[in-house]
């Protein structure tokens, strides 16, 4: 993967400065969602998910789906 320049590193961190997004707390979104719980997991674990979630172009929810739903499918 390709590292940043110093001169993108600062391009960034100004267009990000000068363009801080808004917050609205009327649009659902990822901070938003209904039934919403934080769990944590060891490194490990997380490590697996991101990878697994990177080489697959899902998202970490949709790989825990899977493991949830394969375990149960199993039993």
């Known amino acids: 993967m390709a ?20 917050v609205n707390p009327a649009v659902r979104g990822i901070t938003a969602r209904k039934g919403f719980r934080m769990v944590h997991i060891d490194d490990f674990s997380a490590q ?9 172009r899902k998202t970490p929810e ?5 493991l949830v739903s394969n375990e149960i499918a199993s039993q």
């Open 3 to 22: 590292r940043m320049t110093e001169e993108e590193a600062d391009a960034l961190d100004e267009l990000l400065t000068r363009t801080t997004p808004g």
């Open 48 to 56: 697996y998910i991101a990878s697994k979630a990177l080489a697959t």
């Open 62 to 66: 949709e790989i825990v789906h899977e």
